[in-house]
């Protein structure tokens, strides 16, 4: 990191008088070792450095946070970047430090008070602006984090990276049910100029592609999600919404095989069983459509009940689609527990869905869909834990 060696260098001059003194062979093995990912070997090295000169050199309590860090040390990262703060009160590598680490950890509040204290000693600092943008996503502080990713841009023209978070920013600071053509374009726009910083950006790609789905320019999300797959045929992700995009173009089968791929890839991956859960229902095969569905379910690597209650949610309308309102409305009730009816887009899509006209007027219908109704509704599902949520083709 540039602004690490600039550090490095400050250091060494700001202590010329005592540099003399200092043996720096641990140090420089530090250096080394770390450089070749033999974390545990570096941090002893660091260490005994540190205990022989614990003020004289804070550049170590860097690399050696950094190298708890990657070990997932954190209690022990946290600390070395506090020192490292306190030794060099009027530079942001300790606070950026410390808010990496807490990001690491999903803290996703205190990453961001961290970044806020970098910015506050360099409020240049564009890593520290798309760091804090990234918590702030987490957060679901879609606005804040845009603002964020433009002031990384501002500061740093050519952060490739920024433009891509200020484009999925930019995305998710709407309405995403009803996504405005003029933000899917800029969007668009966004990832583009990732694109040419750098072209070696999948990730920009995948994101642009989804743009190109969302504008219903389905050719041109197949070529973005096909580059990353060129170079990353296992990519799970650009299969998925590739997949996404051929269901959409009606190309079933092809669309099929691709979410099944996702599955073998990635067993944990709930949202393409799901995805071979609403094909199979569109078939009329109410059995393989239940199974999937439930295998989504069981696929999560954590327990997210939103998500567990939006499967109890597909699997009702295959109960209604099959004219069976006592266990449709079990399991509606099991979504209900699970809060799934606060979500805008769910309580949207259960007013409309066709599946259920013919059951409208039963009385015990109309009961649920009145409990349903009550308390505030928000875009619960626009979470990062979720990644993909939609409710209709």
């Not at 050696?64 to 970047?81: H, M, P, S, V, W």
């Not at 600092?125 to 957060?139: E, I, V």
């Not at 979504?335 to 979500?343: M, S």
């Amino acid at each position: 990191m540039m602004r690490s060696l600039l550090l490095f260098f400050c250091l060494i001059s700001s202590t010329l008088v005592i540099a003399q003194d200092i043996d720096y062979t641990l140090f420089k093995s530090g250096l080394v070792l770390k450089n070749g990912n033999n974390c545990e070997a570096a941090i002893k090295d660091f260490s005994t450095f540190l205990y022989l000169y614990p003020k004289e050199h804070p550049a170590a309590y860097y690399y050696r946070g950094y190298c708890y860090l990657n070990t997932k040390q954190y209690e022990n990262a946290i600390a070395d970047f506090e020192s490292l703060s306190e030794l060099t009160i009027n530079d942001a590598d300790g606070p950026f430090g410390k808010g990496r680490v807490y990001y690491a950890q999903g803290k996703y509040q205190e990453a961001a008070v961290a970044f806020s204290d970098a910015l506050g000693r360099d409020p240049f600092y564009a890593h520290a602006y798309n760091d804090r943008g990234m918590s702030r996503c987490y957060l679901g502080e879609f606005q804040g984090a845009y603002t964020d990713f433009q002031n990384a841009i501002r500061y740093d023209s050519t952060f490739a990276m920024a433009y891509n978070n200020a484009g999925a920013a930019q995305y998710f600071n709407q309405d995403i049910e009803n996504p405005s053509e003029a933000d899917l374009n800029n969007a668009k726009q966004l990832f583009q100029k990732a694109i040419e910083l750098q072209p070696g950006l999948l990730l920009a790609y995948r994101n642009k592609g989804a743009m190109h789905y969302f504008l219903k320019e389905y050719d041109a999300a197949i070529m973005h999600l096909d580059t990353v797959i060129k170079y990353r045929p296992n990519d799970h992700s650009a299969l998925f919404y590739k997949g996404v995009v051929l269901a959409s173009k009606g190309n079933t089968a092809e669309a099929e095989q691709h979410f099944l791929r996702v599955t073998e890839l990635k067993p944990e991956y709930p949202f393409a069983f799901e995805e071979l859960g609403n094909l199979a229902k569109t078939a009329d095969n109410y059995n393989e459509s239940k199974q999937m569905y439930l295998r989504a379910q069981a696929a999560k690597n954590e327990s997210t009940s939103l998500y567990d209650g939006l499967m109890e949610y597909r699997i009702a309308l295959l109960e209604a689609q099959r004219g069976n309102l006592n266990t449709c409305l079990s399991r509606l009730k099991a979504a209900y527990k699970q809060d799934v009816f606060t979500d805008k887009r769910v309580f949207k899509d259960f007013k409309s869905a066709p599946e259920l006209k013919p059951f409208r007027q039963e009385k015990k219908m109309k009961k649920f869909a009145k409990k349903a109704a009550k308390g505030t509704k928000n875009n619960k599902f626009v979470n990062m834990e979720l990644l993909w949520f939609r409710m209709r083709r």
